[in-house]
């Protein structure tokens, strides 16, 4: 993996992008949280947040704008440093583990380089090209694998981005809001990517508020609201029996922050 003492611009954008060159793990992450809280600007926007995610599978993460969500994912997988509590992933603390994390955002963070040389970039050494060449078919960017990535749809460079986080074979994958605003064919072929990813054994934290797309994909749910989690449990009691007020004036349409 390349030095971060000699870092160049294009590695602190992997860096920032979640593509951390990673080993593959065959065995179950397990992420434990405990008292987690995070303050910006002297503003509590986590507060004492506990979390056992064991297993494999897709968990949901739902909740309004400003739930805090997506600062969650942020600190579990290192981008952003909480004032309190512990984080950790198959019993190590969770730094520990970047490598073997990857995490896809709403809006693609792409280098200024062709659909083939992304992923490239991404890609653990001694990667095999072929394998390389597979992961992009299966995305649908072959035919495109040598047009620059900044010409690309926003479909398409998501899908790029969700390939160069495949790439590094992760064991936990962080993904906030990834087809958000897509079209429906892109947004089906990153659905049946991350269905078939889960079934190889990575561990997925998916943010979303399509909650047709919660119940096609997830086996759990996590609900946040106001910085708490209000609600986490298997995905079919929280739709039919959500327990916490919160949560079911969002699953009626009554929430918002």
Do not use: W
């Amino acid at each position: 993996m390349h030095s971060v003492t000699r870092m160049s611009n294009e590695i602190r954008i992997g860096i920032e992008a979640g593509i951390i060159q990673s080993n593959q793990s065959s065995h179950r992450s397990k992420i434990a949280v405990r008292q987690l809280s995070l303050s910006l600007g002297g503003v509590p926007l986590l507060r004492d947040i506990n979390l056992d995610i064991r297993g494999n599978g897709i968990t949901m993460v739902l909740g309004a704008n400003g739930a805090g969500k997506s600062l969650l994912l942020k600190c579990l997988h290192g981008l952003l440093k909480p004032q309190g509590g512990e984080i950790k992933i198959d019993g190590r603390p969770h730094f520990e583990t970047r490598q073997q994390q990857a995490m896809v955002f709403q809006r693609p963070v792409l280098m200024r380089r062709s659909v083939l040389a992304n992923v490239t970039f991404a890609a653990p050494e001694n990667t095999d090209s072929r394998e390389i060449a597979d992961l992009l078919n299966r995305v649908h960017l072959a035919e495109i694998a040598n047009v620059p990535a900044r010409l690309l749809s926003g479909g398409e460079q998501q899908r790029l981005a969700l390939a160069r986080a495949l790439i590094t074979k992760p064991s936990i994958l962080f993904l906030d809001e990834p087809t958000a605003s897509l079209d429906p064919a892109s947004a089906l072929i990153i659905e049946r990517l991350i269905q078939d990813t889960s079934l190889t054994g990575v561990r997925i934290l998916f943010i979303t508020h399509d909650i047709n797309q919660a119940k096609r994909l997830g086996q759990d749910v996590i609900f946040m609201h106001r910085g708490e989690i209000t609600e986490h449990t298997d995905k079919n009691k929280f739709f039919t029996n959500a327990e916490s007020r919160e949560a079911i004036a969002y699953l009626s349409g009554e929430l918002i922050l």
